[in-house]
Structures are given as structure tokens and as C-alpha cells.
């Protein structure tokens, strides 16, 4: 036997799924709005700003692409200049390419060279800094 609702049962059962139709109406046109907001270009933009702000390893793979890159570029350049020369070009795009992989698989090692010869100038230059320093620092105590 089938359950028999009244008229009134029936009624109050519609109103609780009317009731619980407009609420989940407004949660979906709040997160349709949510959605459209992150699709914006300017938003999507910005997110790839801030992960790419915040992934080191993907910053420092950018970098070690452009440095490869252009250290390949640049050496073909040196080898080639504005021959016309189709022998001399090939040799060219084979140094390019090689300058390219040395440098992409040797980069941290680079980086590393690098930054070391610049903490040794930067330290040189300060001491080269604080003797001035001391003998201008001398000379108005002496007046």
C-alpha cells in the first residue's frame, strides 16, 4: 500500500522544496559569480604572477632557459658575424647548439661561480670603501 498524503502534507513538502530550491539558487549564482570573477583575464594574469612569484623552481628554470638561449645565440654570432658563408653558418647553429645544452645542464653550477665572483667583488669593494672611510673619519676628528 502506498503511503496517502493529504492535500496539506503535500502543500508543506512543495514550500520545503521551493524553500530549499532558492537557497541552492542563490549558493549557485554566488559561486557563478565566483567563477567568472577568476576567468577574468586580469585575475587569471595575476595568478600566474603569484605562482610564478612564488615557485623559485620555475623562476629559476625561466632563467636558465633565457641564459642558454641567448649565450647560444651570441656565440653563433661570434662564429658566424655576417658571413654569407653556408658552411660557416651550419659550423654556427652547431656551436649555438652546443653552447645551448653545456650551459642549460651546467647552469646551477654557473650560478654558483657566478654569485661566488660576485660576493668576492662586492667584498673587495668594501674593504677598498672602508679605508676612506676611516682616514675621512680621522681627519675631521684631527680639525
Not at 612569484?53 to 651570441?74: C, K, P, R, Y
Not at 660557416?88 to 645544452?101: E, R, S
Request: negative net charge; without cysteine; glycine residues 4%.
Amino acid at each position: 500500500m502506498e503511503n496517502q498524503h493529504t492535500a496539506e502534507s503535500l502543500k508543506e513538502m512543495i514550500a520545503e522544496l521551493e524553500e530549499r530550491q532558492a537557497k541552492e539558487g542563490v549558493l549557485l549564482k554566488e559561486q557563478l559569480d565566483v567563477t567568472i570573477n577568476n576567468l577574468r583575464p586580469a585575475n587569471i594574469l595575476q595568478s600566474i604572477i603569484k605562482e610564478f612569484h612564488v615557485s623559485q623552481n620555475l623562476l629559476d628554470e625561466l632563467v636558465n632557459t633565457a641564459i642558454s638561449i641567448t649565450s647560444g645565440f651570441v656565440s653563433k654570432k661570434i662564429v658566424v658575424g655576417r658571413s654569407k658563408n653556408q658552411f660557416l653558418k651550419l659550423i654556427g647553429l652547431a656551436v649555438q647548439f652546443g653552447i645551448t645544452t653545456v650551459i642549460s645542464k651546467k647552469f646551477h653550477i654557473l650560478k654558483e661561480k657566478v654569485n661566488h665572483l660576485i660576493e668576492r667583488f662586492l667584498s673587495e669593494k668594501e674593504k677598498e670603501e672602508k679605508p676612506e672611510s676611516e682616514e675621512n673619519g680621522e681627519k675631521e676628528d684631527i680639525q
